[in-house]
């Protein structure tokens, strides 16, 4: 599997997952693919912000800690900069509890998901995210 993946071609809103394990990733990027998203994937953050950069995304859904960049850091970057501020992103985390108050200062961190969580949890946060941005799908569960 290579670090950079696109998972679908549907023409549905584009979301950028970035996280270091492999599992979480394609699960979550064979659901979302089922409900219409078109999905990229990226191992982690350094790789993820070039993904981001590349295909400007309607969301980006990323882990806390990954090697090389932080969610935080990436979220940062993100945020930092007049192309990618506006993209929502939405954090996971195995210590939701730990990094509440590092992502309140940052703007474009719309919701923190603690792991171990549920597929359809996710779905319904995504589709409520979009929806605030102005990009969201019909609901699927």
């Known amino acids: 599997m290579s670090p950079i993946q696109n998972t679908s071609s549907a ?3 584009c979301i950028v997952l970035v996280d270091d394990e492999p599992h979480i990733t394609h699960m979550v990027a064979r659901k979302l693919s ?3 998203y078109s999905v990229h994937r990226a ?7 070039e993904l981001i950069q590349e295909v400007h995304p309607d969301l980006v859904v ?3 800690q990954m ?4 969610g935080i850091e990436l979220s ?14 939405i954090m996971l985390s ?3 509890f730990a990094i509440e108050d590092q992502i309140k200062e940052l703007d474009n961190v719309r919701s923190l998901l603690s792991k171990p969580f549920g597929i359809r949890s996710l779905i319904e946060l995504i589709g409520k995210t979009l929806d605030e941005a102005g990009g969201g ?5």
């Open 11 to 13: 023409n549905g809103p």
């Open 34 to 36: 089922q409900c219409g």
């Open 43 to 49: 191992m982690d953050g350094k790789q993820g912000l």
């Open 62 to 64: 990323t882990d806390l």
């Open 67 to 70: 090697p090389y960049m932080s």
């Open 76 to 89: 940062t970057r993100l945020f930092s900069s007049e192309k990618t501020r506006d993209i929502p992103v």
């Open 94 to 96: 195995a210590r939701g």
């Open 137 to 141: 799908l019909e609901q699927c569960a």
